[in-house]
């Protein structure tokens, strides 16, 4: 994806730079924490307890980074075929579609184990469908596919909105959400695994969606980097035209990942709608798939790095609700300017530090200057 | 619903004020996208704009200490991507959507923390309002039959601001098709290397463009809190930065067919404002929001090739590296 400037070692490309990117976004975030009158250092901390200091903190926790990590492998597996889908906001809507069509018809009839899998299946079915518009229409006609997935976001919430006021919504009700589902609808909570601790889960939702998303992660891995298509799916992000040369087909290639990466977003539907609402509600995402994006430039693409990204946001997101009980100037709000700052310069600024922190190394390692391959030309 | 004339003149006079900040914000894209930079932060810049303008106008109690903080704030903010994209030659795309996000916490966190009103601004009257302009003998003709209505109370009697963006479609026109500046902008988005080889320096004309941008979307962000609405709301730009681009792309990067798409998704908002809950005699009842979504869909279904082909510019999106 980026050209490097030298040629650096790989604990400077994968473990340095991204980390002090991100800790450039967090130094500014820190600034407007000063802006609005109060201290970073304090806030960090209350952000940490409320995170991590007890059981339930932890399980909310945890609930959140499955939502992150299902959102960032969804985006980052779009990113290795050289697909920028801004679309997962949009997916997962959907895919909630497909986990509320098992869950309606089938909860009093089937126990959640069976529903489960079902879901699973029509939730990723639902998302991958979605996605499978955008990545058709960059396939084969060429409209480029940021803007549609940004398109389809809009009419997957309009969509949405529409089926939740009208036909999804029990006769009589009034708030545009669907009837709760019965026991067979919703995911057993992950009791058990604090009580194990000596903990307890505090009401948090964590359920079992959270195993779902780190076997994602693991599948995740196995695809891209140990499967034929996976090859195909880097090799077309990496150079279209060798891809070309190589005898793969493009169109082939490109709806698939889409299709796969709308597929995960959608199952981050799982989640929220049958591991802790248990109905499906207006804008249950609540902008996960926009965090997503940011977890999959800050977990640089790979699931390794995109379990501790997504559990960074997780983190944020509980410490940053326990946060504004008592620092109310900092809201949820805060998160997304977080969000925003590591986008920025995990991604798009990931050149400003690189020549830098490249002069630096080459200075420690008192290397002769006519190794240094400046900037090359393209 | 009755349908008669004054219920379409009062849609359309809604029409011109709901296509107004679309029209400023997708020439805004215009200048950037023509020289090469992918810009889909207009979302980001036109709320950043709202919010900086309502808190000078509100400080103030002037519009127009408004309008310059509104415009110099979206300068600034503009210049980030312009240094992600074209100093750092990072991904343009990844620029603009973090500049959105930054630019949606960072006016609720400042608003809250500034005003303690959950992201609002003071409410704004009098001389911190931009106040609306009767044109001439708009009282005097308002009898004639038609036309009458028409000029006294649909062109007549709207926002200054509204007839700047207007105005700004002819003569952004006259700067990119008939000025030496207009064509090296162009180039630029097209075929960097020939402006390059030319002697015009590549990022100051894209810099350039970046700082025209955070002018326009100035404009469009505070024509919402200052002439629209009279102070700063929340995510009040709702979308609409999004809309310009679609915009952009239905025009095809030009001036005046991007009047035109604005004005067409400005009607569809107004229509979906004013045909709330009614039915109509043949379509029965409208839904909401499926005009909400027109926009969108006629933007996808353009982009798919099925009406005419957009054809943006060549190198947009490309960071620009000089031969050695």
Redesign the interface.
């Known amino acids: 994806m980026s050209r490097p400037y030298v040629k650096l070692p790989a604990w400077i490309e994968y473990g340095l730079i991204p980390i002090a990117n991100v800790a450039v976004a967090f130094i500014v975030a820190g600034l407007v924490v000063l802006l609005v009158g109060e201290s970073p250092v304090e806030a960090a901390k209350l952000m940490l307890y409320g995170a991590f200091g007890y059981g339930g903190g932890i399980a909310f926790t945890l609930y959140y980074t499955t939502n992150f990590i299902l959102t960032g492998l969804s985006v980052a597996v779009a990113f290795h075929g050289g697909l920028f889908n801004i679309g997962s906001e949009g997916q997962a809507y959907i895919g909630g579609l497909g986990c509320a069509l098992v869950a309606l018809n089938l909860d009093t009839v089937l126990p959640w184990w069976v529903n489960f899998p079902l879901a699973v299946i029509a939730s990723f079915v639902f998302g991958a469908a979605w996605a499978f518009i955008p990545g058709w229409l960059q396939a084969r006609r060429g409209s480029h596919v940021v803007i549609t997935t940004i398109m389809f976001n809009f009419i997957a919430s309009a969509l949405m909105v529409y089926l939740l006021v009208g036909m999804l919504k029990p006769m009589g009700s009034m708030a545009p959400e669907t009837r709760t589902f019965q026991a067979g609808g919703q995911l057993p909570k992950l009791d058990w695994l604090f009580t194990l601790f000596g903990s307890s889960l505090g009401g948090a939702p964590l359920n079992v969606s959270f195993f779902l998303a780190l076997l994602a992660a693991f599948l995740v891995w196995v695809l891209i980097w140990r499967t034929r298509l996976g090859y195909e799916i880097r090799t077309l992000g990496f150079s279209p035209s060798a891809a070309r040369y190589a005898g793969m087909s493009q169109t082939k290639v490109v709806v698939i990942t889409m299709m796969i990466s709308g597929g995960l977003a959608g199952l981050m539907a799982l989640n929220p709608v049958m591991g802790d609402q248990a109905r499906v509600q207006i804008d249950f995402p609540a902008g996960a798939g926009f965090v997503g994006i940011a977890v999959a430039l800050m977990g640089r693409g790979h699931p390794a790095g995109i379990i501790p990204a997504a559990l960074l946001f997780g983190m944020l997101y509980q410490g940053g609700a326990e946060l504004a009980f008592d620092m109310p100037n900092i809201s949820r709000d805060m998160i997304v300017i977080i969000q925003g700052l590591v986008i920025l310069f995990a991604g798009a600024m990931e050149n400003m530090l690189r020549p830098g922190i490249g002069a630096a190394f080459q200075f420690v390692r008192f290397r002769p200057s006519k190794d240094v391959q400046a900037e090359e030309p393209r | 619903m009755d349908f008669d004339f004054a219920a379409l003149t009062s849609i359309l006079a809604l029409t011109l004020r709901l296509s107004t900040p679309l029209i400023f914000a997708a020439l805004a894209g215009l200048y950037s996208e023509r020289s090469g930079i992918f810009d ?1 932060s207009l979302e980001g810049k036109m709320l950043i704009g709202a919010f900086f303008s309502a808190v000078a106008a509100s400080a103030s109690g002037s519009a127009w200490i408004g309008l310059l903080a509104g415009i110099v704030s979206t300068i600034l903010f503009g210049l ?1 991507h312009g ?3 074209i100093t ?8 603009g ?10 006016t ?3 608003g ?2 500034w005003y303690g009103q959950g ?1 609002r601004t003071p409410f704004l009257s009098g001389a911190a309002r931009f106040g609306t302009i009767d044109l001439p003998f708009a009282q005097e003709v308002a009898g004639v039959p038609v036309i009458g209505p028409l000029y006294a109370n649909v062109l007549s009697g709207q926002s200054l601001l509204v007839y700047v963006a207007f105005l700004m479609v002819p003569l952004t026109w006259w700067i990119l098709f008939r000025t030496r500046f207009g064509l090296r902008l162009r180039a630029v988005g097209e075929n960097p290397a020939a402006v390059d080889t030319a002697g015009v320096s590549v990022p100051w004309l894209r810099y350039r463009a970046v700082i025209i941008c955070g002018v326009l979307t100035g404009f469009a962000g505070t024509y919402m809190s200052v002439a629209q609405s009279a102070g700063f709301n929340r995510d009040m730009t709702a ?1 609409r930065g ?1 809309i310009a ?2 915009a952009l ?1 239905f025009a095809n990067w030009k001036p005046v067919p991007v009047m035109f798409a604005c004005l067409l998704f400005g009607i569809l908002d107004a229509l979906a404002i004013r045909l709330q809950g009614a039915s109509l005699p043949i379509v029965g009842t409208v ?1 909401v ?2 005009i ?2 027109l926009p ?2 006629l ?2 279904i353009l ?3 099925f009406v005419g082909r ?1 054809s943006p510019p060549k190198a947009g999106g490309v960071p620009y ?1 000089k ?2």
């Open positions: 889909i980030v240094l992600a994209s750092y030659r990072g991904n343009q795309i990844v620029s959507t973090a500049l959105n996000f930054v630019a949606a916490g960072l609720v966190i400042l809250q923390a992201g979308g999004y681009l679609a792309i839904s929001q499926f909400q979504a969108y869909i933007t996808v982009l798919a090739g957009p590296v031969e050695r």
